[in-house]
Nanobody
Framework: QVQLPESGSGVVKSSQTLSLTCTVS??????????WSWIRQPPGRGLEWMGSISYDGNTNYNPSLRSHTFISRDTPLNQFSLQLSSVTPEDTAVYYC???????WGQGTQVTVSS
């Protein structure tokens, strides 16, 4: 069974950097053709794909977020991480890590940006 619990700060101040980590168990993040994403859902809105990192370390980002989003990985720890800089209250959302094409999802973590 693949599990992807998210961890990180639940409250971030405006203009600071949001940092979250996803620790994957049951599957290696370097397994061939696996793509690991960060997805968020602001209150009252739909899911928004933020970006992904592939099994071989390549990253792709949502163009609307590219300028302040960074996704990285730690292969020995089987983790991948999200950094979102210069946050505003509009970045308040439930953040999920996922390999959505394989229906692997974390439980989601609420992040609130305070003004």
């Amino acid at each position: 069974q693949v599990q992807l619990p998210e961890s990180g700060s639940g409250v971030v101040k405006s203009s600071q950097t949001l940092s979250l980590t996803c620790t994957v168990s049951g599957c290696s993040i370097t397994a061939s053709n696996h793509y690991w994403s960060w997805i968020r859902q602001p209150p009252g809105r739909g899911l928004e794909w933020m970006g992904s990192i592939s099994y071989d370390g390549n990253t792709n980002y949502n163009p609307s977020l590219r300028s302040h989003t960074f996704i990285s990985r730690d292969t020995p720890l089987n983790q991948f991480s999200l950094q979102l800089s210069s946050v505003t209250p509009e970045d308040t959302a439930v953040y999920y890590c996922a390999a959505y094409d394989r229906d692997y999802w974390g439980q989601g973590t609420q992040v609130t940006v305070s003004s």
